[in-house]
């Protein structure tokens, strides 16, 4: 809030709209995701790795990417569009990296292991209840819980950023538990190489 004198009727205290000074950063952090993402040749990374056998970085082709970056193709939650990792999933308002995603988990460390030049990034997403700061912050707890978990399988921790993206990059857009389930999510972006 902030005083404002409009005049001859003296001090008056104005809210910012917060919902708009949010949008902007939202906006403001895409630009720059697209920026960054646009900086290196698309088969920079990995071109060496075990003799050309497997997938590097340079053979994801249209396949991964960010969650943003799908959006703005229009192939967000297409089959095929997820790359060499796998997303986990979460349970209603919570954090915690449930049995079976911890397997998985186990496997996208195993990757992550045999490409060891490459960075991933971990995007937390949540469903569309609650008000949007609440969801970013809860996304940032999910893509952290899934960092510490690689981390103590073996990734090293600066080869692995966080991104929070709340509510905004849904897969599902129906009002069902559902669609609501395919939506509290981490999605792993590989970015190339360190």
Same mark, same amino acid.
């Given at each position: 809030m902030r005083r404002i004198q409009p005049g001859l009727r003296g001090w008056v205290i104005r809210k910012h709209g917060?919902? *708009?000074i949010w949008r902007i950063g939202i906006l403001a952090l895409a630009a720059t995701v697209a920026a960054c993402s646009s900086s290196k040749p698309a088969n920079q990374g990995a071109a060496g790795e075990n003799g050309g056998a497997g997938m590097g970085v340079q053979n994801l082709g249209s396949a991964g990417g960010s969650s943003l970056s799908q959006f703005q /193709?229009?192939?967000l939650g297409e089959p095929g569009s997820g790359g060499p990792l796998t997303d986990i999933h979460f !349970?209603? !308002? !919570?954090y915690t990296i449930r049995p079976q995603d911890g397997e998985i988990l186990r496997n996208n460390a195993k990757w992550l292991t045999d490409?060891?030049?490459t960075r991933v990034q971990v995007e937390g997403h949540t469903?569309? /209840?609650g008000s949007e700061e609440y969801n970013?912050? *809860?996304g940032a707890k999910r893509a952290?819980?899934?960092k510490d978990y690689l981390t103590t399988l073996g990734v090293s921790s600066d080869r692995i950023s966080t991104i929070s993206y709340g509510k905004e990059l849904p897969l599902c857009t129906d009002h069902t538990e559902d669609c609501w389930a395919q939506n509290r999510r981490d999605h792993f972006v590989i970015q190339g190489a360190q």
């Open positions: 917060l919902g *708009l /193709r229009g192939t !349970d209603f !308002d !919570d490409h060891g030049n469903d569309e /209840r970013l912050a *809860l952290q819980a899934a």
